[in-house]
């Protein structure tokens, strides 16, 4: 299939209890992609170079640090109970507003409230999970999304499966990152019949059917 944007890289966050599917699945999306376009990438990049212990247990060894500023086209930030510490992580805010302006800055779940304290959701679209675990579906839990708007009160919530607004993009709920990884092809370059090639590889194609157009493009 022909390469429209070779050199594509995004770069996937990982920290202290980040949700495991969220960015696992991206960075598989990418993996596959990678049969029909070798020129895309996807890695690890964490704080620091040491081993990082995410959702129950898994530990992953990232590809960069901080201070190594990968060139990347995308910064994917999972989400995870682990997002709570990430909200005041002051390195993380520098490296993110370190980045250059024509790196988009991606989020899945819950990952979206980083950008929210950080001010970056003002006046934009955007979505988290909807769905709440027991803890956040009584008093006094609350709705990922819900929280979201409290925290960005100018920020315009929405229910979509994936906000593109643009610069940043947001894909709400934990399984996500699958649709995050589809539409981070389209804004690299390539067609609908890349995509869906690459989900049919994947057996993903009843899904990507039934989600495909579940998506805002505020941009």
């Not at 709440?132 to 708007?149: I, N, Y």
């Not at 993009?169 to 869906?196: C, K, N, Q, Y």
Request: hydrophobic fraction near 45%.
């Amino acid at each position: 299939m022909p390469i429209a944007h070779p050199g594509f890289r995004l770069g996937i966050y990982v920290f202290k209890d980040a949700e495991i599917v969220d960015f696992a699945a991206p960075h598989g999306v990418f993996s596959v992609a990678r049969r029909f376009d070798p020129e895309l990438d996807a890695f690890l990049v964490a704080d620091a170079m040491r081993p990082v212990q995410t959702q129950a247990g898994f530990t992953v060894l990232p590809n960069y640090a901080f201070t190594d500023a990968p060139a990347m086209d995308a910064f994917l930030i999972p989400g995870g109970y682990g997002t709570r510490q990430e909200m005041h992580n002051g390195r993380l805010h520098a490296f993110v507003r370190s980045l250059p302006q024509e790196t988009l800055l991606v989020s899945v779940c819950t990952g979206s409230w980083i950008y929210a304290v950080m001010g970056l959701l003002d006046g934009l679209a955007a979505t988290n999970r909807k769905e709440p675990d027991r803890t956040e579906a009584k008093p006094p839990g609350m709705v990922p999304l819900d929280r979201l708007a409290q925290l960005a009160p100018a920020c315009k919530p929405s229910r979509a499966r994936v906000v593109d607004a643009g610069r940043i993009l947001t894909a709400g709920g934990i399984t996500s990152g699958m649709e995050m990884g589809f539409h981070l092809l389209r804004r690299a370059g390539h067609d609908e019949a890349f995509v869906a090639e690459v989900a049919r590889v994947m057996e993903y194609s009843g899904a990507y059917a039934l989600y495909r157009d579940d998506r805002v493009e505020a941009r």
